[in-house]
């Protein structure tokens, strides 16, 4: 990490609010994040319509201003749709992976209206290219989960790696995809062979705005039907279940996208 990003990440007014109490996992939650650090200072523009890799904090926090309640309205609407498929399990630990993590707000929607499986959480591994979001999101896990490991990786996706992620196949291993497989320059069907080479339990989700440019829902429903259409090695056995590819309007009249499935592959 360079000097002005060491520099940028011990200024965050969120790491800082954790470090004395302020935010702790008795109180912290997307509402209270929002409400303490989403501050709006005019530089919406500056974020490339909520794609750009952010590298200041003042556009860290007008995200979390200008695209949290979007983000929140989307979780809100998926969390109920994927319910019986993370309940499809045989009580394994869940190790859980965020992609593109940024400062962490998907997991700690997800997390927040899921609390059984909160208590399942034993691993957690954030992937994210900006190391000022990503110290945030490793600051606000181990806030709000300050018993499990994670593991955080200052990377682009087309550059993690099987070993990155180190998957068990004995756990139950889930990965959110928030706002990213719709954004061109990755090959997201590279990232997937490295996620399922080593076989297992995934339980994948994925939600994004839904739209016909710039990558957008074309790039969800290609891998979406790639991973359908996955055919067993030899000696394997192979289960595709809980599939479902959906199109949704939320109540501020955003058409966004999400699907999820799980996947076992022995």
């Known amino acids: 990490m360079n000097h002005l990003a060491i520099n940028t990440v011990h ?62 309205r989307q979780w809100d609407y998926v ?35 899921t609390l059984d499986f909160q208590e399942q959480v034993e691993k957690l591994i954030l992937i994210e ?6 110290a ?54 590279e990232l997937f062979n490295q996620i399922l080479e080593k076989g297992g339990k995934h339980y994948i989700i994925a939600v994004s705005n839904d739209r016909n440019c710039y990558g957008g829902t074309a790039r969800l429903e290609s891998l979406y039907n790639a991973l359908l259409s996955i055919k067993p090695q030899e000696g394997e056995n192979l289960s595709i279940t809980h599939e479902q590819f959906k199109q949704f309007t939320d109540a501020k009249n955003m058409n966004h996208v999400y699907f999820c499935l799980k996947i076992e592959i022995h």
């Open 136 to 189: 945030r999101a490793e600051g606000l896990m181990a806030c709000k989960l300050p018993n499990i490991s994670i593991r955080s990786f200052d990377k682009k996706l087309d550059d993690v790696k099987k070993d990155d992620l180190d998957i068990d196949v004995e756990k139950m291993n889930v990965h959110i995809f928030s706002n990213i497989l719709d954004i061109e320059g990755f090959d997201q069907f």
């Open 129 to 134: 290219p900006s190391q000022i979001a990503l």
């Open 11 to 72: 200024n965050d007014l969120v790491l800082h609010a954790i470090q004395n109490k302020t935010l702790n996992a008795s109180n912290l939650n997307f509402q209270t994040l929002r409400d303490f650090a989403g501050i709006d200072s005019d530089k919406r523009n500056g974020l490339d319509r909520g794609r750009l890799t952010i590298h200041r904090q003042d556009l860290l926090n007008q995200y979390l201003y200008s695209y949290g309640l979007m983000v929140q």
């Open 79 to 113: 969390v109920p749709n994927i319910i019986d498929m993370l309940s499809d399990n045989n009580d394994e630990m869940i190790h859980l992976y965020d992609y593109g993590c940024g400062q962490g707000l998907a997991t700690l929607l997800l997390l927040e209206n």
